[in-house]
């Protein structure tokens, strides 16, 4: 034992001595290739000289680093994320000054803005060559990488798995954002995803299946059914209430945290990840303990609402913090070389991508990328039973490249290697864990219903309504994860709504999810019915339903009850809905019950429009700038995918299940008395909610029967020890999370479904 610890510390000597030589060749390197940078007196000095100054101003800026960097991050704390990014480079070139300044006889000096230069080449020259000696030995890479974790790990169990990595693995599940079914596989298949494809190949490796929709496809639904369990009454990515005047976002902290509450409220249920939970990067908390990055906690006070601490906790490594800021530059030039060559080649269908946009996309696939992988990294090594991890990348660049263009698939290239990196440390954390990989919904391409018929929906609607119309088609604003996610880091409000509410209480609020148009009249009490509708805008109804942009709208009716309008006078009772015929025959299976169930919603707009679909060409026509969508109905957008270890019991073995156990509950219920719905028979994994329940099964396999926590005046939305104040937005009843027993399933009876597998706005 004692030869292994004088080992150890003979390799972390050596290391250091490699870094601190890297580093003091570098600034002689640039001392004479940059003209207001030297380490030499006035009158010259010798080699020997020199090269002892160089060693002399590397080892205090190395120093200066590990030392300082870290309290100043702290200090900054305040500071909005993407402001102490910009940040990065000033507070290093003033490190690097200060460092000159203790370099004996004064022979270091730098122009600032030179400094900033040459401490950026420092640090990243420093890092490379830490990091290149410490992937070489385990142990070190190790210990690097678990710096990462900014959590306290006082209290929890000295070692989760034992030596032999012993006792229940953890579970981490990482959501690709946006990914669909189809283009996971072809993105495999091509090579773009080498790690999936060796998942995939490998006989003991992972199953893939394909799984359904909501109506509403988008991240504000599906994640929070699958963290919470229950997504009832989102009918979209935002939609208006009328009781409040209030118009709801699911990218917004404040509509986050109320969608939390009222998830938790509804299914009496923390959240996937109550029991020694983490979420990164999420819409919604999921009842986890360890929050970073996430939407709904940006909406609280206090000592909750520390989930942005995962950026100051990323950047208080100078390394990292040089590296990302490089990388964000790199890609912001990368957007704008890869939009002016659009352009320039005539690529349609496209959408502008200028102003913000490439700082935008720069964040969500560099810096949120960068904090949450490392924050899940930390996690493996402080040994949590369940990691919710959600990348953003593919998705905000897919609305505005396409789902299947090149920029999208150089995306999947990063990501995949970010699921390298977290399955090889995986395998080295003293807890084994299983990677379970999925995805929100997918994404469907085509024009935009402006760009294609020279009008938004919000003319066309007040069109029909015989108001007046602007002249210009003008833009729908793109809703996004990513953008609201750097306006809330930025400390700015979320946008959304404003200009709706702020409209007269006779004009209809026309909102635009994806694909899926929510049309409401604010003055009409409640649900505005067909009659209504008509009294006051004769040809409104007809003018939608007509119009070759628009496949199908859901509108109440008082004589017939709901009822689906499609082209040609086409109108369907709602009980009477068919996938096979009828208005909703091209969007699939699943789609009349998708639609079935959103009218049950108490907040369903007026008039819900799906745009068309062309089954053809996969097409649809968003009602915002995005040529890639969700939100709606119509090809890829409803067909995400679950990537899961074949250690685990397959979904469709769990939804069986309980399908007999509902059915068996229904023959023996008394008259009158309320059963679980039945999971639709022959349906295959159906719904974000039939997902919740997949993963919380998954859970209970690998830990066991759990005792029940209790967390008092807390709702689910954060920390077990960190409860709501009386009367704050999100404060609500007692959540409790108890794990049933594990009963053994049925043997499967049908073929793996990875056999033939081949198949917005947040």
Not at 17 to 31: D, E, G, M, P, Y
Not at 533 to 555: E, K, M, Q, W
Not at 690 to 714: C, I, K, Y
């Amino acid at each position: 034992m004692a030869d292994g610890k004088w080992r150890r510390a003979g390799a972390t000597l050596i290391r250091v001595i490699a870094v601190w030589a890297a580093s003091a060749l570098t600034l002689l390197a640039l001392a004479g290739i940059l003209p207001d940078f030297r380490l030499q007196s006035d009158d010259g000095d010798t080699i020997t000289r020199t090269a002892f100054t160089a060693a002399w101003g590397a080892g205090a800026f190395g120093l200066l680093s590990a030392l300082v960097w870290p309290v100043l991050v702290r200090a900054l704390l305040i500071v909005p994320a993407l402001v102490l990014g910009a940040l990065v480079f000033f507070l290093n070139g003033s490190l690097l000054l200060i460092a000159l300044r203790l370099i004996p006889d004064g022979r270091g000096d730098a122009a600032p803005e030179t400094a900033v230069v040459v401490a950026a080449v420092m640090s990243a020259v420093a890092s490379a060559t830490s990091t290149a000696f410490a992937v070489r030995d385990d142990d070190a890479y190790r210990r690097r990488l678990s710096r990462l974790a900014y959590r306290r790990r006082r209290g929890r169990p000295a070692d989760q798995g034992g030596p032999g990595r012993e006792g229940p693995p953890g579970t981490v599940f990482i959501q690709l954002d946006g990914v669909g079914h189809d283009a996971l596989v072809a993105a495999a298949a091509a090579g773009l995803m080498p790690t999936v494809a060796g998942w995939l190949a490998d006989s003991s490796g992972h199953r893939l299946t394909p799984w359904r929709t909501d109506w509403s496809s988008q991240t504000g639904a599906s994640q929070l059914a699958i963290l919470h369990g229950s997504n009832h009454d989102v009918p979209a990515f935002r939609w208006y209430e009328k009781e409040t005047r209030t118009v709801m976002v699911s990218s917004r902290p404040a509509s986050a945290l109320e969608m939390q509450r009222r998830a938790i409220e509804r299914t009496r249920d923390g959240g996937l990840l109550t029991i020694d939970g983490a979420s990164r990067g999420n819409l919604f908390s999921g009842g986890a303990g360890q929050l970073a990055l996430v939407l709904s906690m940006a909406a609280r006070r206090g000592k909750g609402s520390r989930s942005r601490a995962g950026y100051f906790a990323y950047f208080s490594d100078p390394a990292n913090a040089t590296r990302t800021a490089l990388s964000f530059v790199a890609e912001v030039v990368r957007e704008i070389g890869q939009s002016t060559r659009a352009r320039a080649r005539k690529v349609t269908p496209r959408v502008k991508r200028g102003g913000l946009y490439p700082f935008i996309r720069a964040f969500a696939t560099v810096v949120e990328r960068d904090v949450v992988v490392a924050a899940v990294l930390g996690d493996l090594f402080a040994g949590r039973t369940a990691v919710y991890a959600d990348l953003v990348a593919y998705d905000e660049v897919a609305h505005h490249s396409g789902p299947h263009s090149r920029d999208a698939e150089k995306v999947l290239e990063r990501l995949d290697r970010s699921l390298a990196l977290i399955a090889k440390i995986a395998d080295r954390t003293p807890r084994a864990y299983r990677i379970v990989l999925l995805s929100d919904h997918g994404q469907s391409p085509g024009e935009t219903f402006a760009g294609k018929y020279g009008l938004t929906l919000k003319d066309l609607v007040r069109a029909g309504s015989g108001l007046p119309v602007p002249r210009r088609a003008q833009r729908t604003r793109s809703a996004s994860e990513a953008r609201d996610a750097v306006r809330i880091a930025l400390h700015r409000p979320v946008e959304g709504g404003v200009d709706e509410q702020a409209a007269k209480l006779s004009d209809p609020i026309v909102l635009a999810s994806g694909n899926l148009g929510l049309i409401s009249f604010p003055d009409i009490g409640g649900r505005a019915s067909r009659e209504q509708i008509d009294r006051r805008h004769p040809a409104l109804l007809s003018t939608l339903a007509n119009h070759p942009g628009i496949g199908f709208l859901l509108v109440r009716s008082e004589e017939h009850g709901s009822v689906v309008l499609g082209p040609g006078g086409a109108e369907v009772p709602i009980a009477e809905l068919s996938d096979e015929e009828g208005p909703l025959a091209v969007f699939g299976a699943g789609a009349a019950d998708a639609v079935r169930r959103t009218d049950t919603f108490p907040h369903v707009a007026d008039i819900m429009v799906n745009s068309m679909y062309d089954p053809g060409t996969g097409t649809v026509h968003a009602f915002e700038e995005q040529i890639g969508s969700h939100g709606g109905l119509g090809g890829e957008q409803s067909r995400p995918f679950l990537l899961w270890p074949r250690g685990l019991t397959d979904p469709l073995d769990i939804m069986a299940a309980e399908s007999a156990e509902s059915a068996e509950s229904a023959e023996s219920a008394e008259p009158g008395e309320s059963v679980s719905a039945p999971v639709p028979p022959g349906g295959g994994l159906v719904g974000a909610e039939a997902v919740h329940r997949v993963l919380t099964r998954w859970l209970q396999e690998s830990s066991g029967p759990q005792v029940p926590v209790r967390a008092e005046g807390f709702a689910g939305a954060g920390p077990v020890d960190e409860p709501f104040p009386p009367g704050a937005p999100g404060a609500g009843p007692t959540a409790t999370r108890t794990a049933r027993a594990i009963e053994p399933l049925p043997p499967p009876n049908r073929q793996d479904p990875a056999a033939d597998a081949t198949g917005t706005t947040a």
